[in-house]
């Protein structure tokens, strides 16, 4: 009996999310098209398997086919990034992050990340977090001017606040890290350094962002965003770390992992290490430094001036609507994107100043600097009809139905991977 016959609701759900997809132009920053295949391994018989404990020592029988896929997703891991050691268990990034507070620090430890308002994870150190509810947190920032990472600054309240941890990584920074100069900056006040390289795993597999694993002591990462594999998370370290991280994980914080993700992490980890995907993650940086250029054009004012990634910070208020009236508008429009904190912010975080884009998905639909700049003109068009105190609600929807048609028929040019036909 197929879905639709068994479960009508569900199967339409996942019906109109597909058509949802393909429909529309998916500028978030954290999201992707994976793979026919990776989603095959995704929807596999492994999921029927459980298995607490780690190859050669699990807790159930029949492990047989489970120790060899994690073994390969793990070896995978280590031949791309150059890793130590490798954990594939965490359910997803932020328990990956949990898991090296459990595995290196204590409740009330004193941590170091990047701020919320600065361009930092919620996980590193944020007081709405369990990282900020349980550690001692020194959150620091960009530099208000220049909207770049300001080392100086960083290394000097490093030195005063003596962290346990130092984090290095970010969520919306649309700048290169220098890994090299956090890890001597940690190291010479002592830190556990930590990278969190979730956004950018796919731009370091191909090598067109600097790798932190050579400088710094643990890496965690999604699976998913620029490394276009399944929801999921990983963990390398260096050989040191590895006993601790592993209790961490198993049985620290959870009970078995999740097969089928760790078989589907195997095939995009596989899909990474190709020619093709090297080409496809510069495409990415080009197409979001082309988005970049042509929304500057039209008077976005773009935190840090630009980008050297996969992703912009655009304070929407230099056109005079707020973040959260735009991104609603823009999805209206058929462009879906998230409102975002941008450095400087006074707005509260659910009505901020900008927007935060990323080209990871649209080049994945093999979009490039053409389109790039027909997405810069609809966001101008979207953006001038909301700002435009005299015109109307009905004006403005129909704004938004023209772009979201023309949308569409781009979206229809170039079907977007893994998506059945529409």
């Given at each position: 009996?197929?879905?639709?016959?068994?479960?009508?609701?569900?199967?339409?759900?996942?019906?109109?999310?597909?058509?949802?997809?393909?429909?529309?132009?998916r500028l978030i920053a954290s999201e992707n098209y994976v793979s026919q295949n990776v989603l095959e391994a995704t929807g596999s018989v492994l999921t029927n398997k459980?298995?607490?404990?780690?190859?050669?020592?699990?807790?159930?029988?029949?492990?047989?086919?489970?120790?060899?896929?994690?073994?390969?997703?793990?070896?995978?891991?280590?031949?791309?990034?150059?890793?130590?050691?490798?954990?594939?268990?965490?359910?997803?990034?932020?328990?990956?992050?949990?898991?090296?507070?459990?595995?290196?620090?204590?409740?009330?430890?004193?941590?170091?990340?990047?701020?919320?308002?600065?361009?930092?994870?919620?996980?590193?150190?944020?007081?709405?977090?369990?990282?900020?509810?349980?550690?001692?947190?020194?959150?620091?920032?960009?530099?208000?001017?220049?909207?770049?990472?300001?080392?100086?600054?960083?290394?000097?309240?490093?030195?005063?606040?003596?962290?346990?941890?130092?984090?290095?990584?970010?969520?919306?920074?649309?700048?290169?890290?220098?890994?090299?100069?956090?890890?001597?900056?940690?190291?010479?006040?002592?830190?556990?350094?930590?990278?969190?390289?979730?956004?950018?795993?796919?731009?370091?597999?191909?090598?067109?962002?600097?790798?932190?694993?050579?400088?710094?002591?643990?890496?965690?990462?999604?699976?998913?965003?620029?490394?276009?594999?399944?929801?999921?998370?990983?963990?390398?370290?260096?050989?040191?770390?590895a006993e601790a991280i592993d209790k961490a994980v198993f049985p620290g914080l959870q009970g078995g992992p999740h097969n089928h993700t760790t078989a589907a992490l195997?095939?995009?980890?596989?899909?990474?290490?190709?020619?093709?995907?090297?080409?496809?993650?510069?495409?990415?940086?080009?197409?979001?430094?082309?988005?970049?250029?042509?929304?500057?054009?039209?008077?976005?004012?773009?935190?840090?001036?630009?980008?050297?990634?996969?992703?912009?910070?655009?304070?929407?208020?230099?056109?005079?609507?707020?973040?959260?009236?735009?991104?609603?508008?823009?999805?209206?429009?058929?462009?879906?994107?998230?409102?975002?904190?941008?450095?400087?912010?006074?707005?509260?975080?659910?009505?901020?100043?900008?927007?935060?884009?990323?080209?990871?998905?649209?080049?994945?639909?093999?979009?490039?600097?053409?389109?790039?700049?027909q997405l810069a003109a609809w966001i101008d068009r979207v953006a001038s009809a909301r700002a435009d105190e005299d015109t109307d609600k009905d004006a403005r929807i129909?704004?938004?139905?023209?772009?979201?048609?023309?949308?569409?028929?781009?979206?229809?040019?170039?079907?977007?991977?893994?998506?059945?036909?529409?």
């Open positions: 009996m197929s879905l639709r016959d068994a479960d009508p609701e569900v199967a339409d759900i996942l019906i109109a999310e597909n058509r949802r997809q393909h429909a529309k132009i459980y298995s607490e404990g780690y190859a050669g020592r699990r807790y159930y029988e029949g492990q047989q086919q489970i120790d060899r896929i994690e073994t390969l997703a793990i070896d995978r891991t280590k031949d791309l990034f150059g890793a130590e050691h490798v954990n594939v268990q965490p359910y997803s990034g932020s328990p990956a992050n949990q898991a090296v507070y459990v595995a290196l620090a204590r409740p009330g430890d004193r941590i170091m990340g990047m701020s919320l308002a600065g361009g930092g994870h919620l996980t590193h150190g944020a007081g709405v977090s369990i990282s900020g509810l349980h550690y001692d947190a020194v959150q620091y920032g960009v530099d208000a001017e220049s909207g770049y990472l300001d080392y100086e600054a960083i290394e000097k309240l490093a030195v005063e606040a003596r962290p346990k941890l130092l984090w290095c990584g970010t969520t919306a920074y649309p700048r290169t890290l220098d890994f090299e100069r956090f890890a001597a900056i940690g190291h010479k006040v002592g830190a556990i350094v930590v990278a969190d390289m979730a956004h950018i795993s796919g731009l370091v597999a191909a090598g067109v962002h600097p790798s932190p694993v050579p400088h710094v002591d643990i890496v965690t990462s999604t699976t998913h965003k620029t490394l276009r594999g399944p929801r999921g998370g990983m963990i390398m370290c260096r050989q040191q770390y195997a095939v995009a980890l596989k899909e990474a290490s190709t020619a093709e995907f090297k080409v496809y993650a510069q495409a990415i940086v080009d197409n979001a430094r082309v988005l970049g250029e042509a929304l500057a054009g039209y008077g976005f004012r773009l935190a840090s001036g630009g980008t050297d990634n996969h992703l912009l910070l655009v304070d929407s208020t230099s056109r005079g609507v707020v973040g959260h009236n735009m991104a609603r508008s823009l999805d209206a429009a058929g462009i879906v994107c998230n409102y975002n904190l941008v450095p400087g912010d006074t707005r509260p975080a659910m009505r901020p100043s900008g927007i935060r884009l990323g080209t990871a998905a649209v080049t994945s639909r093999g979009f490039g600097a053409p389109e790039m700049k129909r704004v938004n139905r023209d772009i979201a048609a023309e949308v569409r028929a781009l979206c229809d040019r170039y079907p977007a991977p893994g998506l059945a036909p529409v």
